[in-house]
């Protein structure tokens, strides 16, 4: 028995238990990943603290996620609807939602990096078809922010599509048929009785988007890195894109600094898992004043 | 169409009641709407698959004229061969396959082996140890990133395929989610018949756990597949030898080195992302519910 699961658990002690706890030792520790490192005690987490790069980094993902987050669960939810009622090539369009979902966030951030730029772009030649002015896409924090955004929640709102579907026709016909019976409409059975019974499914979709969304790396690098190597990795225009993962990956890989990478690692973890907390007491807290009712 | 109706009367409930056709057509928005909403939906979701398809196609210049070309032109094949002139295209697409090929095999016999343990056995330490796995599954990679840099320059795999691979190989969420389907696809008659007959653990494992928790390993196979080959943060810190990438990383870099030339920047993304949009439709039906599967459990 032990001779089935030992490989695994080797590879997972070497590979994922002690890096993990290494790197708690780390992020007290001043390394440049050459030479002794040198033990700083708490240094490094008072530097974090008082860093106004990285307070600047916290706001910018934070930007990103809320401006990401409600419209992809907004649209998901309302395709997720849709597609309970349609019965015709409901596999084709589940397909085809999905297929932003695999395709690779490298490709789709150079495509998108194309499609905003900021002079030729497809997404300012639409605009000035219908007689609005060019937006700075990417030469500007917040235009940087909702690009990014816009990616996201292109390649995401399928998946959790996919998902809430799920969770509404695993939810029994009979209760329809009740309400049908009592003459609630379409809107209403969706307001009063579908979404109260999806609530386990919305609390998952929210919970995998929030830890997804808050550690958002791929899009920001490849969206605003250049060629130049003057402070690489920074974020693009005003620092827009420097999510917190960026600037933890620029601190210990573009600069070397390991003890301090470590402890912005443990940061951003630690302000995952409070908001991780905060997203589900938003949905599920509510669920017993529900059933109490 | 009758959305905002007023609440219940008797007579209404009485007349839905004895009309159920009526009643259903009634339940549902208009048709014709939501099938002219989900098509622009499924239009939007596919249309910058299309896009890329166009600027790899066509010469920078005819990407960014008023108005731009909205169909693919004759320039593909040349975008093309200036990709893999420009950089070892051909060597990050095989590097990928490799990669993408040995963590997917890894995984489904590793993640198998254990999963089974776990489901069908008793063992000490067993609710110990898998605590301990998904408790670590949860922690987010940017934790480990550093630490698995300096394992991998302390074993000299900097810059090396393997770096890649092996840590990819003890992936926790397939053990989870094959324990789940271990434990609903297999009887523990079907298990008490297999010792009857003698068989031991590994007999068992590959003569009846491994062929009926096929579709289960088809779906991690597809999903572990797909993660190793768009797996972007670690390959970018790991592999330092410009001459050794993954197909993303080179990606990415045309990127940021040719960024002039759209329409061979463009070409590279789309062969980037092409062989795995072949994987998934080819598994789509099935991947497509599984994965819906996973999240409801």
Redesign the interface.
């Known amino acids: 028995?032990?001779?089935?699961?030992a490989?695994?658990?080797l590879?997972?002690l070497?590979?994922?238990?002690?890096?993990?706890a290494?790197?708690l030792v780390?992020s007290f520790q001043d390394w440049n990943?050459l030479g002794a490192p040198e033990w700083v005690g708490t240094s490094n987490f008072e530097r974090l603290f008082t860093d106004g790069t990285f307070w600047l980094a916290v706001r910018n993902t934070f930007v990103i996620f809320v401006l990401s987050t409600f419209p992809m669960l907004a649209?998901a939810i309302?395709?997720a609807a849709?597609?309970n009622?349609?019965v015709?090539y409901s596999?084709?369009?589940?397909?085809?939602?999905?297929?932003?979902n695999?395709?690779?966030?490298?490709?789709?951030?150079?495509?998108?990096?194309?499609?905003f730029s900021d002079n030729?772009g497809?997404a300012n030649?639409a605009l000035?078809?219908v007689g609005l002015p060019d937006i700075p896409w990417l030469s500007t924090p917040l235009g940087i922010q909702v690009t990014i955004a816009i990616l996201i929640t292109?390649q995401w709102t399928?998946?959790n599509a996919?998902?809430l579907?799920?969770?509404m026709q695993?939810i029994g016909t009979e209760i329809?048929e009740a309400a049908?019976?009592?003459?609630a409409?379409?809107?209403?059975?969706f307001f009063w009785m579908t979404l109260p019974l999806l609530r386990p499914?919305i609390l998952?979709?929210l919970v995998i988007s929030t830890?997804t969304g808050l550690?958002s790396?791929?899009e920001a690098?490849?969206l605003t890195?250049?060629?130049s190597t003057t402070n690489p990795n920074s974020g693009g225009a005003g620092q827009g894109g420097l999510t917190m993962?960026l600037y933890?990956?620029q601190q210990?890989?573009s600069y070397s600094r390991?003890g301090y990478?470590?402890a912005i690692?443990?940061g951003?973890?630690l302000i995952?898992v409070v908001f991780t907390i905060i997203s589900w007491r938003f949905v599920a807290g509510r669920r017993e004043d529900k059933l109490s009712g | 169409m009758t959305s905002t109706r007023l609440p219940v009367t008797v007579t209404e409930s009485i007349v839905t009641a004895y009309e159920p056709r009526r009643s259903q057509r009634r339940s549902t928005p208009p048709q014709i709407v939501m099938y002219i909403v989900l098509t622009i939906g499924a239009v939007v979701s596919i249309f910058p698959l299309y896009w890329l398809l166009v600027m790899a196609s066509n010469a920078t210049g005819d990407i960014y004229k008023s108005p731009p070309t909205f169909v693919p032109g004759p320039r593909l094949f040349e975008n093309v061969a200036m990709v893999f002139t420009r950089i070892d295209f051909a060597g990050a697409l095989l590097n990928t396959i490799i990669v993408a090929s040995s963590v997917t095999f890894l995984v489904l016999v590793l993640d198998s082996l254990a999963a089974f343990a776990f489901a069908k056995f008793d063992f000490p330490l067993r609710r110990t140890l898998f605590t301990i796995t998904l408790v670590t599954f949860m922690l987010p990679m940017q934790l480990a990133v550093i630490p698995q840099f300096i394992t991998m320059t302390n074993l000299g795999w900097v810059g090396e395929l393997q770096a890649l691979i092996v840590p990819a190989a003890a992936n926790a969420f397939g053990i989870f989610w094959l324990r789940q389907y271990i434990v609903s696809a297999i009887p523990d008659e079907l298990m008490d018949a297999s010792v009857l007959d003698g068989a031991g653990f590994f007999r068992q494992w590959f003569a009846v756990c491994l062929p009926l928790i096929r579709p289960g390993l088809g779906f991690l196979g597809i999903y572990t597949f797909i993660t190793a080959w768009n797996d972007y943060m670690w390959p970018l810190v790991v592999l330092t030898d410009p001459h050794r990438l993954t197909l993303q990383v080179a990606t990415a870099q045309l990127k940021s080195a040719f960024g002039q030339d759209y329409g061979m920047v463009m070409a590279g993304a789309l062969l980037s992302v092409l062989p795995l949009l072949v994987v998934f439709l080819l598994g789509a039906r099935q991947f497509v519910g599984d994965i819906a599967k996973g999240a409801i459990r």
């Open positions: 028995m032990y001779a089935a699961i490989p695994f658990f590879l997972f070497a590979f994922g238990v002690f890096p993990t290494y790197s780390l990943g649209i309302t395709i849709m597609l009622n349609a015709r596999t084709a369009f589940r397909i085809a939602y999905f297929v932003p695999i395709t690779s966030v490298v490709a789709m951030a150079v495509l998108f990096g194309s499609i030729f497809l030649a000035n078809a292109y399928g998946y996919i998902i579907l799920a969770g695993s329809y049908k019976l009592d003459g409409g379409p809107i209403r059975s499914t998952f979709v830890i550690q790396f791929t690098q490849v890195s250049t060629a993962v933890f990956y210990a890989f390991f990478g470590a690692a443990w951003v973890f995952v």
